[in-house]
C-alpha cells in the first residue's frame, strides 16, 4: 500500500470529490427558483464533505482530525437527506448520489476508528 501524503491521496476524500462532482451537474436540473434553497445548501453540504477531510488531514492532533472527519461524516448525512428531497420533489432521480454518500460515510467512519485505535 502507498503511503498517503496529501488528503488527495485518501480514498474518503477521492471519493467525496466525485460526489461533489456529481451534486454540482445534478443540481443545475433543479428548478431555478431553488437556486438560493435546496441547490444552495446541497451544493454547501457536499463541499463540507470534501473541505473538512481536507482541513482533518492538515491537522497534527488526532483529537482534531477526529473533528473534522466526525463533521464531514455529518455532512455526507446532510447530502443524503437532501437527495432523498430532491427525489422525493421529483427533482432528479438521486439514488446513485444516495448511495455514494452512504459509501463515503462508511469509509469516513473507518478513517474515525483508525485514527480512535492509535490514541488507545
Same mark, same amino acid.
Given at each position: 500500500m502507498a503511503k498517503i501524503q496529501t488528503y488527495e491521496d485518501l480514498i474518503a476524500w477521492q471519493k467525496a470529490h466525485a460526489l461533489v462532482l456529481s451534486v454540482y451537474q445534478? *443540481? $443545475? *436540473?433543479?428548478? $431555478?427558483?431553488?437556486?438560493f434553497g435546496l441547490t444552495s445548501q446541497l451544493r454547501r453540504a457536499a463541499v463540507s464533505i470534501t473541505s473538512n477531510i481536507v482541513e482533518g488531514f492538515s491537522r497534527h492532533s488526532n483529537i482534531? =482530525?477526529? #473533528?473534522?472527519?466526525?463533521i464531514s461524516e455529518s455532512s455526507?448525512?446532510?447530502?443524503h437527506y437532501q437527495l432523498r428531497l430532491a427525489h422525493e420533489l421529483s427533482y432528479s432521480q *438521486?439514488?446513485?448520489? #444516495?448511495?455514494? /454518500?452512504?459509501?463515503? +460515510? =462508511?469509509?469516513? /467512519?473507518?478513517?474515525? =476508528? +483508525?485514527?480512535?485505535? $492509535?490514541?488507545?
Open positions: 445534478l *443540481t $443545475k *436540473t433543479f428548478p $431555478k427558483d431553488e437556486l482534531e =482530525k477526529i #473533528r473534522f472527519y466526525n455526507c448525512q446532510e447530502v *438521486t439514488l446513485q448520489e #444516495r448511495e455514494q /454518500a452512504q459509501e463515503i +460515510s =462508511k469509509i469516513i /467512519a473507518g478513517l474515525i =476508528k +483508525s485514527i480512535r485505535t $492509535k490514541c488507545d
